[in-house]
């Protein structure tokens, strides 16, 4: 049996567990075929991941993480399995990545988007979502720029998923700055805890604006009934999305090997080898 561990629980809504389950079965055995022992199935909760004694040590010896043993076993925190020694393959974001996250990890490849509107290959582009009737709608640009309706969106109160979501904070800054605003446009801020949940705020009243990337916007479509209450009315330019990773000490050799079983599957959706 496998020390390893994997997931893939970006998009682990509970509707498509199965969907989920079966996406690890096809990259689980293309690594098998590249002779990688991979685990036979995923980690969903705290409970799932092997314990740490003493905690997570950086390559230098600096403690990084709490042993996951110490942690709510039914809960999954995502930065603890994305620093944990035995990782063997999960997907995170850009946004932890460029606040730290890359230093201890490895790139393994990105997937495709070509599936969602507003996605293309390896890019992924968040829809700016108001309450039906409180804007246009409008599609995503076919050149994958920023459309953000800024006498639209002035004023109003803004929820997001993380602080360090890439599609739901920080591309949305960044697409701001470049039009010489900030997210202060907003009348307010709060954390929702993930896209669904900004989704329903905003479909209940409880905000007026959400950046929501484009895959999980096809799930909203076609899981959650607040989806339907809702309305883009702009859409974040197109970026990288989320990259498949490893542990920072998972030998060369098998990462190399990964990079090939991605190569091997990249006719079937939402798998690319990276660049």
Request: hydrophobic share 40%; with cysteine; glycine share 10%.
């Amino acid at each position: 049996m496998s020390e390893l561990i994997a997931a893939l629980p970006m998009y682990d809504w509970p509707e498509v567990r199965g969907e989920v389950d079966a996406q690890w079965v096809r990259l689980r055995d293309a690594f098998g075929q590249k002779g990688i022992d991979a685990p036979q199935t995923m980690v969903r909760r705290n409970g799932d991941l092997p314990p740490v004694p003493g905690g997570i040590h950086d390559a230098g010896g600096a403690l990084i993480a709490p042993d996951p043993a110490t942690l709510p076993p039914d809960e999954l925190d995502y930065h603890r399995l994305w620093l944990h020694p035995a990782l063997l393959f999960a997907q995170t974001c850009w946004g932890p990545m460029e606040l730290g996250l890359a230093s201890h990890v490895q790139v393994v490849g990105q997937p495709s988007y070509d599936a969602y509107e507003g996605g293309q290959g390896e890019l992924y582009s968040s829809a700016l979502v108001m309450r039906t009737g409180e804007g246009p709608a409008v599609r995503s640009p076919a050149d994958g720029k920023a459309l953000l309706p800024l006498d639209l969106i002035r004023g109003k109160r803004f929820t997001f998923n993380s602080l360090d979501s890439m599609s739901g904070t920080i591309g949305l800054t960044r697409d701001l700055q470049a039009v010489g605003e900030t997210l202060e446009l907003f009348s307010s801020r709060s954390e929702s805890g993930g896209h669904r949940a900004s989704i329903v705020a905003v479909a209940e009243g409880r905000a007026d604006v959400a950046a929501i990337d484009c895959e999980s916007w096809a799930l909203a479509q076609r899981f959650e009934p607040a989806a339907g209450k809702v309305v883009i009315v702009g859409w974040t330019a197109r970026r990288k999305g989320l990259p498949f990773i490893t542990a920072r000490t998972t030998p060369e050799k098998t990462v190399r090997a990964m990079r090939e079983a991605l190569a091997s599957l990249a006719e079937q959706p939402r798998i690319q080898r990276v660049g």
